[in-house]
């Protein structure tokens, strides 16, 4: 859906609520949500052992292709909070 682009505060939620929405495990669906966790400096972590093993996974995934590409993220230029 295009319900991100307008809202991108919304990702992960939309995500958990449409794999809520078509019959997936309760847990697989929190985690869903929970793998974009935490959002910013101060936001809570993960609360499932898969969603914080998805949300690491996908930041070691941003971090390594940032380097790859010779873009390195500093202390305050951080826009994707890694």
């Given at each position: 859906t295009q319900?991100?682009?307008e809202f991108p505060e919304l990702q992960g939620i939309?995500?958990?609520k449409y794999a809520r929405a078509?019959?997936?495990h309760?847990?697989?669906a929190r985690s869903i949500n929970e793998h974009y966790m935490p959002r910013f400096a101060g936001d809570e972590a993960p609360s499932t052992?898969?969603?914080s093993i998805v949300a690491v996974a996908d930041k070691l995934d941003s971090i390594c292709?940032?380097?790859s590409i010779d873009v390195i993220p500093t202390?305050?230029?951080d826009p994707y909070g890694l």
């Open positions: 319900m991100v682009y939309m995500g958990e078509l019959g997936e309760e847990e697989v052992l898969i969603g292709s940032f380097f202390g305050s230029q």
